[in-house]
């Protein structure tokens, strides 16, 4: 499973990586709110109108700690590789995704007003759900990010990559037609009936 790659490091934030990462985060936080909401309508647990705030701390904790966990666990899992057959590998691969599902899912309960009760289901039920929204969003992440990129650059009016980008794609016929209408005053339809004349 991929992780999601921040732009972090000494020097490498410039305004396009900026951009790259609000939308990201902006993304995952609509789809985190969404599989919040199925957790407090499928399970014990309940999230109500803490959705938007435990969805702020979930996109976060997604991002920030669920990589270096993964890194860590998968480290010591590499270990014990060796004496393991594929189905094992399989297996180990989705224990350490639930885990880090459960960890991830207690550290969204501790710092929200989420709340799970002593049903052991509140605990048990959601980090698989957890598990299976990361999977569904790891498959539509690449089109959902670029599809809200492409909104947020009609709405500011820039453009991704910039003079480079607009050259490569050719115009419509709506936005040709238009651009000769700005700049004579006339329709194509009044332009043959001129040139008709």
């Known amino acids: 499973m991929s992780e999601i790659d921040l732009p972090i490091g000494p020097g490498t934030w410039h305004a396009e990586d900026m951009k790259k990462w609000i939308v990201r985060f902006v993304v995952l936080l609509a789809f985190n709110i969404l599989v919040l909401l199925v957790i ?20 976060l904790l997604t991002m920030w700690v669920r990589p270096a966990l993964t890194s860590w666990f998968r480290a010591r899992a590499a270990k014990s590789a060796g004496g393991r057959t594929k189905a094992g590998e399989f297996l180990v691969e989705v224990g350490i995704v639930l885990l880090i599902a459960f960890i991830v899912w207690i550290g969204t309960v501790l710092l929200t007003g989420v709340r799970i009760g002593l049903n052991p289901f509140g605990y048990i039920l959601p980090p698989i759900i957890l598990a299976a929204g990361w999977w569904v969003y790891e498959l539509i992440a690449s089109r959902a990010e670029s599809h809200a990129g492409a909104l947020v650059d009609r709405a500011t009016g820039t453009q991704v990559g910039g003079a480079d980008a607009a050259s490569a794609v050719p115009p419509s016929p709506e936005s040709q037609a238009a651009r000769r209408e700005l700049k004579d ?10 040139d008709e004349l």
């Open 40 to 59: 407090g309508w499928l399970t014990p647990a309940r999230v109500g109108w803490s959705a938007l705030w435990a969805g702020i701390v979930l996109t």
């Open 185 to 194: 005053g006339l329709t194509d339809e009044q332009r043959r009936m001129l």
